[in-house]
């Protein structure tokens, strides 16, 4: 907004105004002001606790009982402000992605009001929850493939290979709406400890705003023999806004943590990950940058999937993380070791950028 008002909108503007970089940087360190501000104030009157699994870990009951929920909306709320404020409003690609986040929040938002009213952990039922997962990743997957060029339309690239594509509009429709959906619900298993799906969900985003910027500049995107979609540059202000609201939850969530983002922020961080992947068409980067919630998320299918089968467990419990708890990790210890192989996964990732 401040963009169109001061560099668009004005005879004399603000020449700053036009480095999307600059712009990122003020984003995110303004959701980061807003997160500070409004945070303490949340978990001063917020008489809402996070309900604790049955079948949790024992000591979760003792320890998180009682911790305010729904943090996650502040991290949204300063996102989505911040990037309306720094960003090009008139981008579509930015308006869709926002949208796309909300949506998701919403949702969220819905399955951690039941429950906090019908005071057990399960909420929304898991088919109804998933039907409006995919019809929002669906709705979004096809208005972003209307926004493509014609020779950029039904296109699905690869990482590591210069030229090699797929064409077939049908099938990747399907294929991104899945990759919405997964980073979505990947993302939302991880958090299950203090600290944990936030960094990983900060480096997650830091690296897809750099690509965005990359994806978006007709001469880095050349250099690298990347695909080059006009106007997505724009997605790395989103990036950095996510990136400072982030920051400014993790203060509060850090162990013990006086705040959950709850469903809420985690349904709608996935969903917004996955979102920005398919807009820059870097779907298959985005599962090795976010390689620790695959195996989160992979986890828990295959215990449910062995479960099913043999009536057996492979892990003492999934998630993942759960399972060294029961093993006895201290959750300091599981998250900053799951915080360092987010990291490596992160530097493949970007490493995907220069092999080709």
Excluded at 287 to 293: K, Q, R, S, T, V
Aim: charged content about 15%; glycine content about 10%; aromatic content about 14%.
């Amino acid at each position: 907004m401040l963009y169109n008002l001061l560099f668009q909108g004005s005879k004399f503007g603000i020449n700053l105004m036009r480095y999307i970089t600059f712009r990122t940087v003020c984003a995110l360190l303004t959701s980061l002001i807003i997160s500070f501000w409004l945070y303490p104030k949340f978990i001063k009157r917020s008489k809402h606790s996070q309900p604790i699994r049955d079948d949790g870990p024992e000591s979760h009951v003792a320890k998180k009982s009682g911790t305010p929920t729904m943090g996650g909306a502040i991290i949204i709320a300063g996102a989505v402000i911040s990037s309306l404020l720094w960003g090009d409003v008139s981008n579509a690609y930015l308006i869709l992605l926002i949208l796309l986040t909300i949506s998701y929040c919403l949702l969220g938002f819905w399955d951690d009001f039941l429950k906090i009213k019908l005071k057990n952990s399960r909420g929304i039922r898991g088919r109804k929850k998933l039907f409006f997962q995919v019809i929002i990743a669906l709705v979004f997957s096809c208005l972003a493939e209307c926004l493509r060029t014609p020779d950029l339309a039904g296109r699905l690239t690869f990482p590591f290979f210069k030229n090699f594509t797929l064409n077939s509009s049908v099938f990747l429709i399907i294929f991104t709406t899945f990759v919405i959906v997964g980073s979505s619900n990947a993302v939302n298993l991880t958090d299950g400890l203090d600290g944990l799906a936030t960094f990983p969900s900060m480096l997650a985003a830091l690296c897809l705003g750099i690509i965005s910027y990359i994806v978006g500049h007709r001469i880095f995107a050349g250099y690298l023999q990347i695909t080059y979609i006009p106007s997505v540059g724009e997605l790395s202000v989103f990036c950095g806004a996510l990136i400072g609201a982030c920051l400014g939850f993790l203060w509060y969530n850090a162990p013990p943590a006086m705040i959950f983002m709850g469903d809420t922020g985690s349904l709608a961080i996935g969903g917004a990950l996955g979102g920005i992947s398919v807009i820059i068409k870097h779907e298959f980067v985005l599962a090795i940058i976010g390689g620790l919630f695959v195996l989160e998320a992979l986890s828990v299918m295959i215990q449910v999937f062995y479960f099913r089968r043999t009536g057996k467990r492979i892990f003492l419990m999934a998630p993942i993380h759960h399972h060294f708890e029961k093993k006895g990790w201290n959750e300091p210890t599981i998250v900053i070791r799951f915080w360092i192989i987010s990291f490596v996964f992160a530097l493949i990732g970007l490493a995907t950028l220069k092999i080709r």
